[in-house]
């Protein structure tokens, strides 16, 4: 299995970036996809998840009307759409696959099958 994460970069604060999650080697359908972050020094957090049944989006409260993620089954592909950019967004972005579908679950990274290699995100202020 691998995901592939792309789309980071050096932005200002109150831009947008489009990070996107390629998936090979597994039921993409079958599986939640999610982001998380890790900013340095720092846990890795939950930033927002799609679920795979149901089609549920469920976001981190920091992110909540800013952040967008969405999925195409027929490329394989999650994307997350993030606006207003604020320099405490920096971080290293990962995404991440399990077959979890409730918010209980979804949100803890333990729960996780599979994760890409990470993206970086830098806010400049």
């Known amino acids: 299995v691998q995901l592939q994460a792309s789309g980071g970069g050096l932005v200002q604060a109150g831009g947008s970036l489009r990070l996107s999650c390629a998936a090979s080697?597994?039921?993409?359908?079958?599986?939640?996809m999610s982001w998380f972050r890790q900013a340095p020094g720092k846990e890795r957090e939950f930033v927002a998840s799609?679920?795979?049944?149901?089609?549920?989006?469920y976001y981190a409260d920091s992110v909540k009307g800013r952040f967008t993620i969405s999925r195409d089954n027929a490329k394989n592909t999650v994307y997350l759409q993030m606006n207003s950019l604020k320099p405490e967004d920096t971080a290293v972005y990962y995404c991440?696959?399990?077959?979890?579908?409730?918010?209980?679950?979804?949100?803890?990274?333990?729960?996780?099958?599979?994760w890409g290699q990470g993206t970086l995100v830098t806010v400049s202020s």
């Open positions: 799609f679920t795979w049944s149901g089609g549920s989006a």
């Open positions: 991440a696959a399990t077959m979890q579908i409730s918010h209980y679950y979804v949100t803890r990274r333990y729960e996780y099958d599979y």
């Open positions: 080697g597994l039921t993409f359908s079958r599986y939640t």
